[in-house]
């Protein structure tokens, strides 16, 4: 296969993916915005619950979760627990592919990516805590502004034209792009398949883990597709999926670059601790 064939080949396949990535996208904010209140009602109850609710709306894809704790985080109303819980059980937008791709995966993964968001917030409180770290205090910043679905043409515009197909779609169509396209090149020159697994599982962790401090939910891609392919193990695929924070944590720069500082901490250990543990295991 020459190098148009592979170019053509990864298009055709990126924009099969992307359009069932885009209905999904659709349903998903839609709903969101419809519930909402009703989230941030219950949220402020008690720590556990905010951990448990931050865990729930990280394993649902998309970044607008991630900003929405964020947004919560700022004024004040969920804590630095919370937020960490949000970041280790989101997948980002790369979530809408793993669903496309390796659909019953992706809700294993998920669902134990939210239980270690709930593990994971009550521990960094404990630890924030005991070790006295000072994180930034609220302030009445605003990063969304507050609105409701006010009819049909609101969301069209707002929130299907203007978020959805401006903001988001591009940008994920050239990352599968160029994903599958490199794959695809790689493929033709070397056995990718012989090559990842000659390398010991721990490094293949360890890589995953650093990939997904990047700040972009991009890279977390490239362990999807090899996995979707049977190249690297289910364990991999997982601890990438809990380093990486996608680019949720890039509205939080404007509050306090410290606290991202903070939270990729405990993500990146957290990774860690769950590779060395699979390890162990020997899964």
């Known amino acids: 296969m020459g190098l ?5 080949e990864s298009f055709f396949e990126s924009a099969k993916i992307i359009s ?3 209905v999904l996208m659709v349903i998903i904010e839609y709903l969101e915005l419809k519930y909402r209140d009703k989230i941030r009602q219950k949220i402020t109850a008690k720590p556990l619950s905010q951990y448990v609710i931050c865990s729930l709306l990280g394993a649902i ?5 991630a900003f929405f704790v964020v947004s919560l985080y700022i004024h004040g109303i969920v804590g630095f ?3 960490t819980a949000v970041m280790l059980s989101t997948a980002g937008d790369e979530a809408y592919i793993m669903l496309t791709m390796i659909p019953d995966s992706a809700v294993t993964i998920f669902g134990v990516c939210a239980a270690l968001g709930v ?3 009550y521990a960094t409180d404990k630890i924030v805590k005991r070790m006295n770290l000072k994180i930034r205090q609220p302030c009445e910043i605003v990063i969304h502004k507050e609105e409701k679905p006010d009819g049909r043409k609101h969301f069209l515009k707002e929130h299907l034209l203007n978020h959805i197909i401006k903001k988001h779609i591009p940008k994920l169509f050239l990352w599968i792009f160029f994903t599958l396209l490199i794959i695809g090149v790689l493929k033709q020159y070397m056995d990718l398949a012989e090559l990842f697994k000659s390398l010991p599982t721990w490094l293949l962790m360890v890589t995953a883990v650093l990939i997904g401090v990047i700040p972009e939910s991009g890279p977390h891609l490239i362990f999807v597709t090899l996995f979707s392919e049977g190249i690297i193990p289910f364990s991999v695929l ?6 990486q924070d996608g680019h949720g944590l890039l509205p939080l720069l404007s509050h306090s670059i410290k606290d991202v500082i903070y939270v990729q901490i405990f993500t990146t250990s957290f990774a860690f601790a769950l590779g060395v543990m699979l390890l162990l295991l020997g899964i």
């Open 81 to 83: 627990g919370a937020l």
């Open 119 to 121: 593990i994971g917030g």
């Open 61 to 65: 894809p998309g970044c607008m979760d």
């Open 20 to 22: 069932m990535v885009f």
């Open 4 to 8: 148009l064939e592979a170019v053509l």
């Open 238 to 243: 997982l601890v990438s999926t809990v380093s």
